[in-house]
Every structure is written in C-alpha cells, then in structure tokens.
C-alpha cells in the first residue's frame, strides 16, 4: 500500500515547487501592472507614472548590471529625499547587488570608511553633497566609478564623477528582467548605524525582512491607493522606515523633499494634499511650532508617525488643533525601523488631553509583522512584570530583525545574547501589554542610589510654555554621585531663568528628579534630529 500522508505533510511537495521569495520588489511589479497611471513620484514640477518609475528602475538595474554588479556586489548611494534614491531601492537589488544608502551629513572620513568597509563599487552622488564626497574620495585608496546626481533642484555642487544619472539611465533597458532573489534571506541593504564611539556598525537587511517590515507599515499607518505620503524623514535611515517600499506597495504617491524645512513642508502639505509622514521629534516640534506665517490649511487629516523620543503632551495637542494625527513608534537601525507602535484605543478619545497624550507617548506593542517585543531582565533573561514600574531591557524578535552586522561576529553575537535582540533601551510594561520606554541603558540617572529616567524629566521641562526643546543627562556629582544636568533651547523671545525652570520642575515631579542644573542653548543633534546626548553628557562633565 502507498504510504499515507499526514494532515501536517500533505502537499509539502507542491508547496516547496511553488515557493516564491518575498522580496520588496515584487510591490513594485504589481503597482505598475495595476496602477500603470496612477502617479508614483512628485518631484517639484516633475510627474512620474507608476509604469514610468518602473521603466526608470529597470533602466537602472540593467545599466548596472552592464557594469558588474550582481549577487554581492554593493552600490553605495549619497542623496537626499531624491527619485534616484527611492529608485535605487529597487534598481540596486533587481540587479541583484546590494544598496548602501548612505548618511548625507557625515565627514569625509566616515564616508570613506563606509565605503570601503561595504565595498562599494559604485558610488552614486548628489552634486550638492559634493564637498563632502569629493575628499572622502581622495582618502579611498582605490578607484570607484562615480556617477553624479545633477538635479534641478540641487544647490550649486560639483559634478565629481564619469557621467550623471540619466545619461547611466539611458545606458539600461526599460525591458529588463532579473531573476527573483535566489534566496528570500539575501541581503537587500546595508545601512550604517550611527555610533557615538568608535566606527559606525554595518546593519544587513534581507529581502524578506524589508517586504514584511514594509507590509507591517501599510498595516500600522494605514497607507492605501489614495495615500501621498511626504518624505520628511530621510531614505538613508533604516531605507525610510521601510517606506521606501511600504508606500510602493499600496500602490500610493512619493513625494520627494530635498531639505525638511517648515516653509516647503506646509506649502507641499496643501499642495499635493498630503496625507501621511514621518519624522524624528525634531521634525514634529518644527511643524507644531512654526511661525503662524508659515502655516497653511491642510487638504484634510495629515497622520504623523514620530520615533526616537515620546512627544511631549503639548506638543501632541498643537499638532492635533492644526489638523495633524500623531502615532507614536519605536524601533532602530537593527529592526528596519518602526518595530512597536502605540496602536490607539478607542476609550482614550474620551480622555482629556494629559492623560490621553500620556497614553500615545508609550512605545507601544509589535507589528504585526513582529515576532515578539518584549521586556526582560538583561541578566536572568526573565520577563519583567506588567506593573509599569519594574525596569528591564527592551529585546525584540522575528523575521524583521537584522542578519547581523557585518564583519563584525563578536558584536552580532553580544546583540543575540539568549536569542533575542538586546536593543539597550530600559522600559517598563504596563497592565495593558504596552512598552514604555524610560531610558537608554547609559542614559539612567542614578542619584544616591534612586533610578532617575531622563525622559520623565525632559517631558516636565517640556510642560513649561518658554521651552523649545530640552534633554537631560546625568551631571557627576561628589555627594549623589549624579543628578540631572538639564540642556534647554527656550522658544523665540522667551525669557527665562534657571531658577524658573528648576521651580517649574519641583511643581510637576518629585524633588529628587528636578534638575540640579540648567544649561540654556542649542542642542547638538544627530543627522536625523535625534539629540546627541553623548555630547551633552560631556559637557555635564566639564561643568
């Protein structure tokens, strides 16, 4: 008698002949073949198709792949929100190489490093960047082809390299068609963490990783066919959040931005009637604070996905008069970005504005297309409990997890400890489920033995109307061993004293967690607008 198969095994065999990788590109594929004429890309005055973005993404992956690159092969890009960044996430892996977008606001060191370290064979450059680019190519050490962005739009800049984009363009077939990735787990990306100390680390995104991420932001930030979604956050940080290939999925529109200026942001709001975006507190403070001049009415609801830091109540409330929704998420380079977001009840509607903002501050819960966010004692590796007030580590899991760092085994094995991703940040759960961050792991404040959380401070101080922007950090001190130091930014014409601040504080949190000292001024801030408390604490030190 023929063997019987299980319920479990029956059609394994088919199954495995039918496999197909998950890869981004495939949204793309599909959107062109559906939408064809749906516009894809806004550039200024410039339109393009969705049959047209993909003719100019095949146009760039066979002009590559007529120069080598292939399986393995890197493509380093250096350009603001432009088409040929959004176009290289899918040019660069459809020839089958790997892309390497890169930071716009690094030294000329630190861009030589990362070229050699990815082993770029192709650097694709925005002229404007040019004087940046120019010297990070002298310290190189080795012959690179170049290829120059000439946009528009750009700033004067040097062209430094053999031709420029559309000529490349010109070069490749509209017709072009590659194989499927051999593999669902091959690198798609490789992105660059950016480390305080020391070089940068290498982070390698898989295909699937990046198609599942991308399908858990159209879920989370319900993008659809009708969605224009605005590119205030930058294309070189975690690939956009993945919306780079989230927004090409719905099959909705790009629109590009080259600087994230408040002026160029209303006025694209209104115009191309934008619905969503992204941005660091950074950005979102830019928007709820600009000047009433600015301003323009919104075409309708504008959502907001914010990350990096928990946006302080008064914040949340000016955007939400002005028309803007605000979901807050959490995530970092290693997770393809947005990995938790603070998924909204609907009981809080009927909250008032403290309490409702103190409950869309949290980190949240996973995407969906997470397998597991959690917090755990780094030591035991047991999970906290959901108190809200026992501080563990958040660690995370899944199929949108890096591969690892690249050529760096010791740090990829130190971040997998126990099987989970160690991300350094210390949290609490409350009773709901609901991660809320309270620090970075260096960035507690241990004051005679009491746990101070820098971001419990930072929202008091932002309670108080004279202040733009703040950040605490630990300040060493003979008798408590620390007590917070406070860096603030006051709003424009505002006149305030440390003594005003310090008073403000002992109204709103406990006597302890108050700053000892205030230090007034601009605050040093990453490329994308994430505050450098690194710095800061060594200013506390220099006190």
């Not at 292939?70 to 960044?85: D, F, I, S, Y």
């Not at 930014?489 to 003594?499: H, I, M, S, Y």
Request: glycine share 10%.
């Amino acid at each position: 008698m023929p063997q019987q198969h299980s319920i479990y095994e029956q059609g394994l065999e088919r199954q495995a002949a039918n496999f197909a990788p998950l890869s981004p590109l495939n949204f793309l594929r599909r959107s062109a073949f559906v939408h064809p004429e749906r516009t894809a890309v806004v550039h200024g005055q410039a339109r393009y198709s969705y049959a047209e973005f993909y003719a100019r993404v095949r146009r760039l992956a066979s002009a590559l792949a007529k120069r080598g690159i292939g399986r393995g092969k890197t493509v380093a890009v250096m350009a603001p929100n432009v088409p040929a960044l959004l176009e290289a996430h899918y040019g660069v892996p459809l020839a089958g190489g790997i892309l390497n977008a890169i930071n716009t606001r690094l030294d000329p060191a630190s861009i030589a490093f990362i070229l050699n370290h990815g082993q770029a064979d192709i650097l694709i450059a925005d002229k404007e960047l040019s004087p940046a680019v120019k010297p990070a190519l002298a310290q190189l050490g080795r012959a690179i082809t170049v290829i120059d962005i000439d946009d528009p739009l750009a700033e004067a800049g040097a062209l430094l390299g053999e031709k420029d984009y559309e000529a490349l363009l010109e070069e490749g077939d509209p017709a072009f068609e590659a194989a499927e990735p051999g593999n669902e787990w091959q690198s798609i990306c490789l992105l660059y963490t950016s480390g305080t100390t020391g070089n940068p680390k290498g982070v390698l995104y898989s295909h699937r990783g990046a198609a599942l991420n991308a399908m858990g932001n159209c879920m989370t930030f319900g993008l659809t066919g009708a969605s224009r979604y605005l590119w205030t956050l930058p294309m070189f940080h975690c690939s956009g959040w993945t919306f780079t290939w989230a927004v090409t999925s719905a099959a909705a529109t790009h629109v590009c931005l080259r600087k994230v200026e408040a002026g160029p942001i209303f006025r694209l709001l209104e115009e191309e009637r934008v619905t969503h975006l992204c941005g660091a507190p950074i950005v979102i403070n830019m928007l709820a604070t600009a000047d009433d001049s600015i301003k323009r009415p919104l075409a309708g609801p504008v959502r907001v996905m914010t990350g990096g830091a928990a946006p302080p109540s008064a914040i949340i409330k000016a955007m939400e008069e002005q028309g803007f929704s605000v979901l807050h998420a959490y995530g970092l380079t290693e997770v393809y970005g947005p990995a938790t977001a603070c998924d909204r009840q609907e009981a809080w509607d009927d909250y008032d504005l403290p309490r409702r903002a103190a409950m869309m501050a949290r980190q949240g819960v996973r995407y969906t297309t997470l397998d597991g966010a959690t917090v755990k004692d780094a030591g035991t590796m047991a999970e906290t409990p959901w108190d809200g007030e026992t501080i563990g580590e958040i660690m995370l899991r899944g199929n949108t997890v890096m591969k690892g760092y690249l050529k760096n085994p010791q740090a990829t094995e130190e971040a997998f400890a126990g099987g989970w991703f160690h991300t350094g940040d210390l949290a609490v759960r409350h009773p709901d489920g609901y991660i809320e961050v309270k620090d970075r792991s260096k960035d507690i404040i241990v004051s005679g033995g009491e746990n101070i959380s820098s971001l419990e401070v930072e929202e008091a101080l932002y309670r108080h109307p004279g202040v733009l922007e703040a950040a605490v950090v630990a300040r060493p001190d003979e008798r408590w061993g620390e007590t917070p130091c406070a860096f603030v930014t006051l709003r424009p014409g505002a006149e305030v004293g440390a003594a005003e601040i310090i008073d403000h504080c002992r109204g709103t949190i406990a006597r302890y967690k108050v700053p000892k000292t205030v230090v007034f001024g601009a605050l040093p801030k990453t490329s994308t607008g994430k505050i450098q408390k690194f710095a800061l604490r060594q200013q506390a030190k220099d006190l």
